[in-house]
């Protein structure tokens, strides 16, 4: 673990000298995983846990910031990289949409995961899928749906409403090249890698599983940052 955090601390030290300065946005870091690898057992594995963030994730984040490194994006925050190019070169398109997503990714599972959301965030659902199982269905959809590999994804829209989609590869909504943008508020990862020493090819009983684990309270402060982006966007 200690070894982890001194990874950790020299990845964050090494984006922060060649960024000079944080001002453009977050520095680039690589998060620890805020639970254990078996805390979302049984619905996903503790192996896969493992795998997953240590090799999979550092695997991105490692090759991001070589692919970053000593050009005009070291200063600039990931959210501005990815919406920002027409065209991202493929190293950071893959690494950096690869990074977005996975830390985004474990910060809307939890070990007390599970039913449905509360509030606005509920009542926004209601209002843009009618209800709560419809959103589901067509989010199970998107996920089933998505061929190869890919991601899930439940968006706010630039009007502050909801919308599903799913995105190829490392793909994300916040990129140009997506069918449709949007602030992703949460996301399910369809890679094989994500599911298969648990589930195998049965990719449906890993997006059924996923739902036991949603952490609807970090999704709903999403959904309130969003909002409160597009609010200061819009003119008076
Ligand atoms: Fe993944």
Same mark, same amino acid.
């Given at each position: 673990?200690?070894?982890?955090?001194?990874?950790?601390?020299?990845?964050?030290?090494?984006?922060?000298?060649?960024?000079?300065?944080?001002?453009?946005?977050?520095?680039?870091?690589?998060?620890?995983?805020?639970?254990? !690898?078996?805390?979302?057992?049984?619905?996903?594995?503790?192996? #896969?846990?493992?795998?997953?963030?240590? @090799?999979h994730h550092q695997a991105y984040f490692n090759n991001l910031l070589k692919a970053v490194e000593g050009t005009e994006m070291a200063g600039r925050?990931?959210? =501005?990289?990815?919406?920002?190019?027409?065209?991202?070169?493929? +190293?950071?398109?893959?690494?950096? /949409? /690869?990074?977005?997503?996975?830390?985004? !990714?474990?910060?809307?599972?939890?070990?007390?995961?599970?039913?449905?959301?509360?509030?606005?965030?509920?009542? %926004?659902?209601? @209002?843009?899928?009618?209800?709560?199982?419809? !959103?589901?269905?067509?989010?199970?959809? +998107?996920?089933?749906?998505? !061929?190869?590999?890919?991601?899930?994804?439940?968006?706010?829209?630039?009007?502050?409403?909801?919308?599903?989609?799913?995105?190829?590869? %490392? =793909?994300?909504? &916040?990129?140009?090249? +997506? =069918?449709? @943008?949007? #602030?992703?508020?949460?996301?399910?990862?369809?890679?094989?890698?994500?599911?298969?020493?648990?589930?195998?090819?049965?990719?449906?009983?890993?997006?059924?599983?996923?739902?036991?684990?949603?952490?609807?309270?970090?999704?709903?402060?999403?959904?309130?940052?969003?909002? %409160?982006?597009?609010?200061? &966007?819009?003119?008076?």
């Amino acid at each position: 673990m200690k070894s982890k955090l001194k990874k950790t601390a020299q990845a964050f030290l090494v984006i922060m000298m060649a960024a000079g300065t944080a001002a453009a946005g977050e520095p680039l870091e690589f998060k620890p995983l805020p639970y254990a !690898f078996d805390a979302l057992e049984p619905h996903i594995d503790a192996r #896969t846990m493992e795998i997953h963030y240590t @090799r999979h994730h550092q695997a991105y984040f490692n090759n991001l910031l070589k692919a970053v490194e000593g050009t005009e994006m070291a200063g600039r925050s990931l959210e =501005d990289i990815l919406a920002s190019a027409d065209a991202l070169p493929a +190293a950071v398109r893959n690494n950096g /949409g /690869g990074h977005w997503n996975h830390t985004m !990714f474990w910060q809307v599972m939890s070990p007390e995961g599970g039913g449905e959301p509360e509030g606005a965030l509920a009542e %926004q659902i209601i @209002r843009d899928f009618g209800s709560f199982a419809e !959103f589901q269905k067509k989010f199970n959809e +998107a996920a089933a749906t998505r !061929f190869g590999s890919g991601w899930a994804w439940l968006c706010v829209a630039e009007d502050g409403s909801l919308f599903v989609i799913s995105t190829p590869n %490392q =793909d994300n909504p &916040l990129m140009k090249a +997506a =069918d449709r @943008r949007g #602030t992703p508020i949460l996301g399910l990862d369809v890679w094989e890698h994500a599911y298969y020493l648990k589930y195998q090819n049965l990719r449906a009983s890993y997006i059924e599983a996923f739902w036991n684990v949603v952490n609807w309270p970090e999704v709903a402060s999403r959904y309130a940052a969003a909002g %409160q982006k597009s609010e200061s &966007l819009s003119p008076d």
